[in-house]
């Protein structure tokens, strides 16, 4: 199990709880705080591999569930697992499957077995459990792959089944933890679960804990809950979780919520957002993001933003961009570069600031970008203060 991930911490923030460090896995060493791009079928959308690779992208998402239903086990197993299969030379992690607990409900029965699910592809069911979980992700042969958990919307105003779930999802954990056939080269992590409940928080954490894995994932938010709860199970989980193992809080995109998540001792996340926000004709810029289909930029020749190295900046303009976005497919490409290349700069500066013990300063400049007129949001200001942070 050591021998799958290797965590050094290089640098502590002196006030908050952000850290940076270096993740030894099989296939690639990745610098922490991370951005995962989701490619949930094995492929980043609108992407190829050598375009995330120029953006210096360390290490991408695929989906369980799906990868399971197409390419399947055996197809990935003749192919020597995702990496070789999409030529993929960097690092991989996978979901379980559990999300779609939530994002499929409908085509969903959950019980203590696993889930039964509605195959979207041709209706056939298909039972996924926690043993079928491991099973598709050892076929997939990704760096660091999830416990499959019991999801329910942080939103559910239904205490029991929000406990359920949380015991569950540990139950479950142990049932993963068995069935894992290559400990030595991919790492499990269990799933922190419990809602919005701050106590089922903790007793997930602590169960968790008793368990030996080599890192953690916070999951079951980022699902419309409001953003004061949201933060406080985040900073639950991470006081609670060791401090020498890395810290996923799945499902982060937007850029405030990174910043405060890296504030708060979290270390990795992932999320559609960037690339599925490009496709809508938006382009993330570090006043928030711009949305190309207006009318003002017809005649703007400058590029998205003048400050920005990637090739979509450097070679076109808010003009072109305005004729083509959510027109022509190229435009998906071109957006989704830019936001990606935006959010792995912004990791990469958090990393660079809390080196140097800028964090904190580095955080106040980003939120006065976000929001020149200071009217910051109240959990923001909350958040922050939490961690000695004070805007």
Same mark, same amino acid.
């Given at each position: 199990?050591?021998?799958?991930?290797?965590?050094?911490?290089?640098?502590?923030?002196?006030?908050?709880?952000?850290?940076?460090?270096?993740?030894?896995?099989?296939?690639?060493?990745?610098?922490?705080?991370?951005?995962?791009?989701?490619?949930?079928?094995?492929? +980043?959308?609108?992407? /190829?591999? !050598?375009? =995330?690779? @120029? $953006?210096?992208?360390?290490?991408? %998402?695929?989906?369980?569930?799906?990868?399971?239903?197409?390419?399947?086990?055996?197809?990935?197993?003749?192919?020597?697992?995702?990496?070789?299969?999409?030529?993929?030379?960097?690092?991989?992690?996978?979901?379980?499957?559990?999300?779609?607990?939530?994002?499929?409900?409908?085509?969903?029965?959950?019980?203590?077995?696993?889930?039964?699910?509605?195959?979207?592809?041709?209706?056939?069911?298909?039972?996924?459990?926690?043993?079928?979980?491991?099973?598709?992700?050892?076929?997939?042969?990704?760096?660091?792959?999830?416990?499959?958990?019991?999801?329910?919307?942080?939103?559910?105003?239904?205490?029991?089944?929000?406990?359920?779930?949380?015991?569950?999802?540990?139950?479950?954990?142990?049932?993963?933890?068995?069935?894992?056939?290559?400990?030595?080269?991919?790492?499990?992590?269990?799933? +922190?679960?419990?809602? /919005?409940? !701050?106590? =089922?928080? @903790? $007793?997930?954490?602590?169960?968790? %804990?008793?368990?030996?894995?080599?890192?953690?994932?916070?999951?079951?938010?980022?699902?419309?809950?409001?953003?004061?709860?949201?933060?406080?199970?985040?900073?639950?989980?991470?006081?609670?979780?060791?401090?020498?193992?890395?810290?996923?809080?799945?499902?982060?995109?937007?850029?405030?919520?990174?910043?405060?998540?890296?504030?708060?001792?979290?270390?990795?996340?992932?999320?559609?957002?960037?690339?599925?926000?490009?496709?809508?004709?938006?382009?993330?810029?570090?006043?928030?993001?711009?949305?190309?289909?207006?009318?003002?930029?017809?005649?703007?020749?400058?590029?998205?933003?003048?400050?920005?190295?990637?090739?979509?900046?450097?070679?076109?303009?808010?003009?072109?961009?305005?004729?083509?976005?959510?027109?022509?497919?190229?435009?998906?490409?071109?957006?989704?570069?830019?936001?990606?290349?935006?959010?792995?700069?912004?990791?990469?500066?958090?990393?660079?600031?809390?080196?140097?013990?800028?964090?904190?300063?580095?955080?106040?400049?980003?939120?006065?970008?976000?929001?020149?007129?200071?009217?910051?949001?109240?959990?923001?200001?909350?958040?922050?203060?939490?961690?000695?942070?004070?805007?």
């Amino acid at each position: 199990m050591d021998n799958a991930l290797k965590y050094d911490i290089l640098k502590s923030c002196c006030f908050s709880r952000a850290r940076t460090g270096l993740m030894r896995l099989p296939h690639y060493t990745v610098e922490t705080p991370i951005f995962m791009p989701v490619g949930t079928k094995g492929s +980043v959308k609108s992407l /190829l591999p !050598e375009q =995330l690779e @120029k $953006i210096n992208c360390q290490i991408i %998402l695929g989906n369980t569930y799906h990868l399971g239903i197409r390419p399947g086990i055996e197809l990935l197993k003749k192919s020597n697992g995702l990496h070789n299969f999409i030529g993929w030379n960097r690092a991989i992690l996978t979901d379980s499957g559990g999300f779609q607990m939530v994002s499929l409900l409908k085509l969903a029965e959950i019980d203590e077995h696993g889930v039964n699910f509605q195959s979207p592809e041709d209706g056939s069911k298909c039972m996924l459990t926690p043993e079928k979980s491991i099973e598709i992700q050892n076929a997939i042969g990704a760096d660091i792959i999830m416990q499959l958990d019991d999801v329910v919307p942080a939103t559910l105003n239904d205490s029991n089944r929000m406990e359920e779930a949380t015991y569950r999802t540990t139950r479950w954990l142990d049932r993963c933890i068995k069935t894992h056939k290559y400990p030595e080269k991919q790492n499990l992590f269990p799933i +922190v679960q419990g809602g /919005l409940d !701050e106590n =089922l928080r @903790k $007793i997930s954490t602590n169960l968790h %804990l008793e368990r030996k894995v080599n890192g953690y994932a916070i999951g079951g938010l980022s699902g419309g809950e409001a953003k004061d709860y949201f933060w406080k199970m985040v900073a639950i989980s991470t006081n609670i979780l060791p401090f020498n193992k890395p810290r996923y809080v799945m499902g982060i995109g937007f850029p405030v919520d990174l910043v405060i998540c890296c504030a708060l001792g979290a270390d990795m996340f992932d999320c559609v957002f960037p690339t599925r926000t490009a496709r809508f004709g938006c382009a993330l810029i570090s006043s928030g993001q711009i949305n190309l289909k207006n009318n003002k930029y017809e005649f703007d020749f400058d590029p998205i933003d003048k400050n920005c190295s990637c090739s979509t900046c450097k070679t076109y303009s808010r003009a072109y961009l305005y004729q083509i976005v959510t027109v022509e497919t190229v435009a998906c490409n071109l957006l989704s570069v830019h936001n990606l290349t935006y959010l792995m700069e912004l990791m990469k500066n958090i990393r660079n600031s809390i080196k140097i013990n800028k964090f904190p300063d580095f955080v106040k400049e980003f939120m006065e970008n976000m929001y020149p007129d200071k009217f910051y949001p109240q959990w923001c200001i909350d958040s922050l203060e939490s961690v000695n942070i004070k805007l």
